[in-house]
């Protein structure tokens, strides 16, 4: 069940300036231009589980992203992560056929 005065603390913290939105756009959809993947799917470079996203946040991927740890608070981080990993599994639904297969 979702927590809404947490779902508003994550949108302030990830669309200022400065932090998710810049990359990823307000809908984490990515953006080709600056090479920032699409986190609202289910394609994930380091895996889509929770602890793994979350692990891409708190230390940042390969210099392209930075670490989070010392600019957002445990509790952003994790809900952050959850939000991420539930998108992917929204994303794969919608991709899943009838029948169970996937396109």
Request: a neutral charge; glycine letters at 12%; aromatic letters at 6%.
């Amino acid at each position: 069940q979702a927590d809404a005065a947490a779902v508003l603390r994550l949108a302030a913290n990830v669309q200022g300036k400065g932090v998710c939105y810049d990359c990823h756009s307000g809908d984490a959809a990515g953006n080709p231009d600056y090479g920032a993947p699409n986190l609202a799917d289910e394609d994930w470079l380091y895996g889509g589980a929770r602890e793994a996203i979350y692990s891409s946040v708190l230390n940042g991927r390969h210099g392209l992203c930075p670490a989070w740890v010392d600019r957002l608070k445990p509790g952003v981080i994790r809900a952050l992560a959850l939000d991420l990993h539930l998108r992917a599994q929204a994303a794969r639904a919608r991709k899943t056929l009838p029948g169970g297969t996937h396109g």
